[in-house]
């Protein structure tokens, strides 16, 4: 794989191409994890159209589109909270995984940490998501905690908390969520 391009993401088109990337991966994906009604839930509550344009008109959430020779390969979005970087979003399509395109992203980021004096970056992920923890984990992420999470309808995200040390090391801190 070549470098992928990260473009932010800031136009109704992009929000159109982030929402059928989060639609394609999370029905393949997150199948094995979580229940099909439970991802239907959250696609519209966390990732569909309208969610992903407010999320980025309000300042919550930063949006990368990340591309190779213009062909979409994921996403991700993350927000600067409480001195660090949160990433809340990382996603790669099925097609793609594996080819580097989730470790030039993260170096990305540690850039972006680098540029505005951030010392960590820290991410939730399913704590039954081996997969991604062990990318995580290779990557220099340690698990900090455990976190249950109501986001409504009934549903909970069971999930670890995930930091890497950028500047310096990780010490007993504790993320204020």
């Known amino acids: 794989m ?22 394609e991966i ?16 959250m696609l519209d ?10 999320q980025i008109r309000r300042g919550e959430l930063v949006y990368y589109l990340m591309t190779e020779q213009q062909a979409p390969l994921g996403y991700f979005a993350f927000a600067e909270k409480d001195g660090a970087l949160f990433l809340s ?18 170096s990305f980021l540690e850039q972006i940490c680098s540029t505005r004096g951030l ?9 039954y998501n081996a997969a991604s923890i062990a990318v995580y984990e290779k990557k220099g992420f340690v698990k900090i905690r455990e976190q ?4 409504g309808n009934g549903y909970v995200m069971d999930d670890f908390i995930m930091e890497k ?12 969520l």
Do not use: C
């Not at 070549?2 to 639609?23: C, I, K, Q, R």
């Not at 979003?89 to 993260?106: D, E, T």
């Not at 040390?165 to 204020?176: E, F, L, P, S, Y």
């Open 26 to 41: 999370w029905q393949e994906y997150y199948t094995s994890l979580i229940s099909a009604q439970q991802i239907s839930y």
């Open 45 to 54: 509550k966390f990732q569909s159209q309208e969610a992903i344009t407010s």
């Open 2 to 23: 070549t470098m992928p391009e990260f473009t932010l993401a800031d136009s109704s088109e992009h929000v159109s191409l982030l929402t059928a990337m989060a639609n």
């Open 148 to 151: 249950v999470g109501d986001i």
């Open 119 to 127: 010392k960590t970056i820290w991410l939730t992920v399913n704590r």
């Open 89 to 106: 979003k990382l996603y790669v399509l099925k097609r793609h995984r594996g080819k580097g395109a989730a470790s030039k992203a993260i």
């Open 165 to 176: 040390a950028i500047i310096g090391d990780i010490t007993n801190r504790t993320i204020g």
